[in-house]
């Protein structure tokens, strides 16, 4: 097996958002890669892109054909692992290990996700199967038998920490757009109660999707807001902008924060005394320093997971084992010596 991993650690921001492709995309990538024999399973968030293959076969000029970037490109930034480094690099990123904020509860949700798209299109096999749930069973005991996630902290939980920093403390209107998406309704959540806030739609909004009083708008409406509001956060997946500067009309001159939780970005605003804008990469000094603390529960997480590789490996070869023993009958059978996508 192989990763190759293009994440916050590897690549700024500009970066990243050359590879935060769309789903069309990442769905074509996947088919191309079936086509030709591969099995995989693509992650992408706002801080990683990763393509976990049952193959050793150089699988980037795939990657490059979707990105629409050279090869020269995509090796400056990306991280090659195969075999068992490949397998932990898996098991300590659904752990939450490699997150920028250590041991973050998103990424097992997001991995768990795109397993399940990846198998529902027959992308994946017996060995990307048992590989992607003993991954998700060693994060389940790494949040069980450490403290690494008994104070849950998000990314969106440190952005929003930084923006009422800024804010001497206080929000006291807060615009969100991207509500009904995970780091948008942790920050929504997070506001509830405490500001008046206001979300916006598109179309009819599903009953209790939104924290209780909070002021629902038509997405097309967001500008008529933004003079009130002191924060502005945006957090969508949208390939176009969902603030433009140049479309603000400003009639109250105050501090406002512009929170742009999005990969691509979602907020074309120039930062100003007055307008302050935090992007996903500004949070990095607050998230090390809530990942100091966790660094001791990190390490005890790591047997744990060399635990769960072993099982992997066992089970492996085990199938190996088998397949051996049966080659012929399986021949017999009609049959190839490799396995099938979703075998």
């Not at 020269?72 to 990306?78: C, E, I, M, P, S």
Request: overall charge positive; charged content about 25%; proline content about 3%.
């Amino acid at each position: 097996m192989q990763i190759i991993s293009v994440d916050h650690r590897t690549a700024p921001l500009a970066v990243r958002e050359r590879f935060a492709l769309t789903s069309e995309r990442r769905l074509g990538l996947m088919r191309e890669l079936h086509k030709n024999g591969i099995c995989s399973v693509l992650i992408s968030t706002c801080n990683r892109f990763e393509v976990c293959t049952d193959s050793g076969g150089d699988i980037r000029p795939y990657i490059c054909a979707a990105a629409g970037c050279t090869l020269r490109y995509l090796t400056k930034y990306a991280v090659i692992k195969t075999g068992r480094d490949a397998a932990e690099h898996l098991f300590a990123t659904a752990a939450g290990l490699n997150s920028m904020v250590l041991g973050e509860d998103q990424i097992l949700g997001q991995i768990k996700r795109a397993f399940e798209l990846s198998r529902s299109m027959g992308f994946t096999n017996s060995y990307l199967n048992t590989l992607f749930r003993l991954a998700v069973t060693s994060a389940k005991r790494v949040k069980t038998e450490t403290l690494l996630s008994s104070t849950p902290v998000s990314a969106a939980g440190i952005a929003l920490k930084a923006a009422r920093s800024e804010l001497g403390g206080t929000v006291n209107t807060a615009l969100i757009i991207g509500a009904g998406g995970k780091t948008g309704s942790v920050i929504a959540k997070d506001l509830a109660g405490l500001c008046r806030e206001i979300i916006t739609i598109r179309g009819s909004a599903p009953h209790g999707a939104y924290p209780p009083g909070a002021e629902l708008i038509d997405y097309a409406a967001r500008y008529d807001y933004i003079d009130d509001a002191d924060l502005i956060v945006s957090a969508t997946t949208a390939p176009h902008k969902t603030i433009e500067e140049r479309k603000i009309t400003f009639k109250t001159r105050k501090k406002r924060v512009f929170l742009d939780m999005a990969v691509p970005s979602d907020m074309d605003v120039s930062p100003s005394p007055e307008n302050i804008v935090i992007n996903i990469d500004m949070i990095k000094t607050a998230a090390e320093e809530n990942n100091r603390t966790r660094a001791a529960e990190a390490l005890r997480a790591l047997p744990i997971i060399d635990r769960c590789i072993d099982e992997f490996y066992d089970w492996l070869e085990r199938k190996k084992r088998y397949e051996h023993k049966n080659r012929n009958a399986l021949k017999r059978a009609g049959a190839s010596s490799g396995t099938p996508c979703n075998a």
